[in-house]
């Protein structure tokens, strides 16, 4: 029971963390103002007089709701295409893409849902070699690969114990659930109050069915739409059937290494990583909540009055589908990055990662490409609380250089930023308790908890996670190449790095369940917080090539 109770909790939690604040802007406000936001507005106030120019970020991600009212303007558009035409006009070999490309879809329209963790992957083609392997004859280079296979087993059989556990377990949890609100509508009968929150909070039981129907309203009942027992019942009943559905999801697809939905729609070869025409041009696909909420923070239209203001006030959102409902695949990422380089994309976000990689190579070197032809790539730490300089987080900036049997010492890319997430809460609860961490592989740390943003349909919604916390990077990223377009794609990263506020706390650390503090500046390179407004003015003192001067800045 613990497994579903805990996800189902975090989605109360996730819901409704800012529901009587309201703070639908709080990540573009200044440290002045008690929240370790960007500084949006003082920055714009300090560029006011100097001329920009447009810049195109591509959002490789689960696809984007192009026609979004806060979105459509900023849509970046192919002007070298005729729209539907079926005719590939620019010559760069995907036809009618207007608005980016999608790398899971196939050439009858059809698009990739769900699909596979790596893991998963990884265990599938060697499972046949494997499975019955008897290791005391197995040679060198074999024995060390069926070592690595009996990790990805024993993490996929693990995974799907848990996920049958849990699916059998929802029915002992829903009668929980439904009995803590009936005793606390039992509770307000007895002393004749009307159930609403108010009077739920002023119920005084030592009962546990109390206490647990007590949280339960206050999670559900937080924004004013559920006013009797039958509303909440139906709430609950919802919730409880899309944990059950991802449940079962992990079974049918993510930890199913016999699914492949790849073969049957995108219809590539997969075993060829230098493919790169395939797809189709459907940029939004069958979910593409993730990919707008990620847009909406680089680009939303600015002071439209209508939902929320994006970082950048002049940007093209160019959609490059690669995400599935699972984990996306080496050869789509690096095809991704490689169709906004030469679609002229000067930024690239990427609020994706897995613990594995099928093909490091080839995604290498579309990150070596792209850095060669000056884009910055920024990139999400993951939301495993984990310290990212001993597990790995796939794609990373670090890469091995083949010569010959001789192997170069690890190099990595310059134009790559590794982002963390912070939370609107100050002091000790300034980071997310959920993000991915690492003093040596995670540069710097933005804010990622409650983020309001589009919604594709013309929504909006918080959502929080280190995906989050990129695309407000990739926006103050977005600024600097479009006010300062002089810049190269390095000492923009130099500029944000090294003008961010430092952050003197004791902190909690992200998994840590100790309780001890640890100093903010060990959980990333920099030490600090992004802020846009102090990047704007470092930019201003900045030429050229010249390398940018690591000075305190604070706001």
Known sequence: MKIIIKTFVLLLVAGNMLAQEDLKDWFHKDPSEGYMGISTEKAYKALEGRSNQPVIVAIIDSGVDAEHEDLAKNMWINADEIPDNGIDDDNNGYIDDIHGWNFIGGPNGHNVGPDTYEVTRLYGKHKYK??????????KEDKKLYEQFLVWQEEVEKQRARAEKAIAEVGGVEARVMGAVDAIALALEKDSMDFNLENINKIESEDQSIAIGKNISNNFMGGGDINTVDDLKSALTEALDGDKKRQQDKLDYAYNPDFDPRSTI???????????VYGNNDIEGPDALHGTHVAGIVGAVRNNDIGMNGVANNVQIMSVRTVPNGDERDKDVANAIRYAVD????????????GYSWDKKVVDDAVKYATKKDVLLVHAAGNSAQDNDITGNFPVNK????CGRLWWKKKQSKNWIEVGALSYKPGEDAVATFSNYGQNNVDIFSPGVQIYATLPNNEYRYLQGTSMASPVVAGVAAVLRSYFPSLKASQVKEIIMNSAVPVDLKVKKP?????????FKTLSVQGGAINLHNAVQMAKQTKGKKKVKKKSTST
């Open 511 to 519: 998994g840590d369940k100790s309780g001890d503090l640890v100093d």
């Open 343 to 354: 679609n002229g994309a000067s930024i690239i976000n990427m609020s994706f990662g897995k």
């Open 130 to 139: 494997f499975a019955n392997a008897n290791p005391a004859i197995l040679n």
């Open 266 to 276: 995108v219809k590539d070869d997969y075993s060829n990583s230098d493919e790169s």
């Open 399 to 402: 890469y091995d250089k083949a």
